[in-house]
């Protein structure tokens, strides 16, 4: 297995810069998933590093090797697509075989390692089917089973649950992990779907217009966004943003709508001035909301209520502002229904309102 580096790596089609100087290294034997909206470069990006596009700026090795101009064959990389693309004439183990026959690899020999891939894959009583009598996860079974018989140097996979219902995404992604930490490969994943990415990254990669927004550890990126986008991007469902200025003789949070007793972080970074152009950030589930009043909450309607099992996520409006918030369903708030609301102070974040960057807060002890 290999690590990938991308150094100052560009690509243009035209004018518009699909992937726009980008550095990053893929470490050897990790899960790295690349999460983004539609059009953000993802796809183009592992195209580039497949050698399917030619970068137009920078550079990509495979561990110390400068590939930018070594063929897609040569490159011993095997990449799975949203498309299954099995061939519809050829039985599963045929469809597996295929890239071993197309190496001159010895009959025997591929007779070992498709029967070893399709035993991994829990597919060994498909062999002999065609694509046509497979399941849409048993086609993707095959599709995966194509690439892990290579045994590349680095797996690329270009959203290739997509295609699948939700129950059976859940049940792949799950597979998926478990697989790529058995063979102890490197693996290069894209997908729009946040929730995939959380759970299946040993490194989450933002990214947004062809740029690396924030890169990590899922957890981090989670609990400290280093902007907007990442922050509004990452969490289902999405992070609350109000704007606000921060009013330091009176240690207030100001929106239009309401006024919010600054929290000690908050007072902190914000000592002494008069910040104009905040955005506070908060997530559903750091907003605690209560039936009764209670110091320095903020009074609030119930607008519309969407049950999640054990859980309702609320709309809550404060005045002319709408604010997402999940509580418990033993709660019993409904549409119309006075509450009061509290923010998190542990969990709020804090964002420059014309950069989007965001604003370090201390950690205190005491607030």
């Not at 590093?49 to 090797?65: C, K, N």
């Not at 039985?91 to 498709?114: H, S, Y």
């Not at 969490?235 to 709508?257: K, T």
């Not at 709309?315 to 549409?335: D, M």
Request: hydrophobic share 40%.
């Amino acid at each position: 297995m290999a690590e990938v580096h991308l150094k100052e790596l560009t690509k243009k089609f035209g004018k518009v810069s699909a992937v726009d100087n980008l550095t990053l290294t893929f470490r050897n034997k990790q899960l790295t998933v690349l999460v983004g909206p539609s059009g953000c470069g993802k796809s183009t990006l592992l195209r580039t590093i497949a050698g399917l596009e030619m970068p137009t700026e920078g550079s990509v090795y495979i561990e110390d090797t400068l590939v930018n101009n070594v063929p897609t064959w040569d490159r011993n990389i095997a990449m799975v697509f949203q498309s299954y693309a099995l061939y519809p004439h050829m039985d599963v183990f045929k469809n597996i075989a295929f890239p071993l026959q197309a190496k001159k690899v010895p009959k025997a020999e591929i007779k070992q390692r498709v029967e070893h891939v399709v035993e991994i894959l829990g597919i060994a009583e498909l062999s002999h089917r065609k694509p046509r009598e497979l399941s849409g996860g048993q086609m993707q079974r095959v599709a995966i089973g194509r690439a892990i018989v290579r045994k590349p140097d680095v797996f690329l996979m270009d959203e290739p649950l997509s295609n699948l219902d939700a129950k059976l995404r859940v049940n792949m992604r799950a597979e998926l992990k478990h697989l790529q930490k058995d063979l102890g490969v490197t693996m290069i994943y894209v997908t729009h779907d946040q929730a995939e990415a959380m759970t299946m990254a040993n490194t989450l990669v933002v990214m947004n217009s062809g740029r690396i927004q924030q890169a990590g550890d899922p957890e981090e990126v989670y609990r400290y966004p280093r902007n907007m986008f990442t922050a509004g991007f990452i969490g289902s469902p999405a992070m609350n943003f109000i704007e606000c200025y921060f009013d330091s003789e009176r240690n207030l949070l100001v929106n239009q709508s309401f006024n919010y007793k600054a929290p000690a972080t908050v007072r902190e970074s914000l000592r002494g001035k008069l910040v104009e152009n905040l955005i506070l950030g908060v997530r559903p589930e750091d907003i605690s909301v209560s039936l009764s009043p209670s110091p320095y909450a903020v009074p609030c309607a119930v607008y519309m209520t969407e049950p999640l099992g054990k859980e309702v996520l609320l709309t809550l409006k404060i005045g002319s502002l709408l604010i997402k918030a999940i509580v418990s369903l033993h709660l019993g708030l409904s549409t119309g229904e006075k509450g009061w609301i509290k923010f998190e102070e542990e969990a709020i974040h804090l964002f420059d309102g014309i950069s989007g960057e965001v604003i370090p807060l201390p950690q205190l002890e005491d607030n």
